[in-house]
C-alpha cells in the first residue's frame, strides 16, 4: 500500500512540476513573441515614415521640374 501511495505521490508531484517547466516556458516564448511584434510594428511605422518622406520629395521634385520646363517653354517662346 505504501509503494502505491509514493508512486501516486511521485506522479502528482512530477506532473505539477512538469506543468509548472511548461507554463513558465510558454511564457517566455509568449513575451519573446510580443517583444518580436513590437520590433516589426516599430519597423513598420518607421518605413511608412520613410515612404512619406519619399513621396513628399518625388512630389516636390516633379513640382519644380514642372517649373522649370514652364520657364524654358517661356525663354524659347521669346
Known amino acids: 500500500m505504501a509503494f ?4 501516486l505521490s511521485g506522479l502528482v508531484i512530477g506532473g505539477g512540476l512538469t506543468g509548472w517547466w ?8 509568449a513575451r ?3 517583444r518580436a511584434l ?7 511605422k518607421a518605413d511608412q515614415d ?6 513628399q520629395q518625388v512630389a516636390d521634385l516633379t513640382y519644380q521640374l514642372n ?9 524659347e517662346e521669346r
Open 38 to 44: 513590437d520590433e516589426m510594428a516599430l519597423q513598420y
Open 32 to 34: 519573446q513573441a510580443t
Open 67 to 75: 517649373e522649370a520646363q514652364k520657364t524654358i517653354r517661356h525663354l
Open 50 to 55: 520613410e515612404t512619406r518622406q519619399l513621396r
Open 4 to 7: 502505491f501511495t509514493l508512486l
Open 22 to 29: 511548461l507554463t513558465r516556458r510558454w511564457k517566455e516564448e
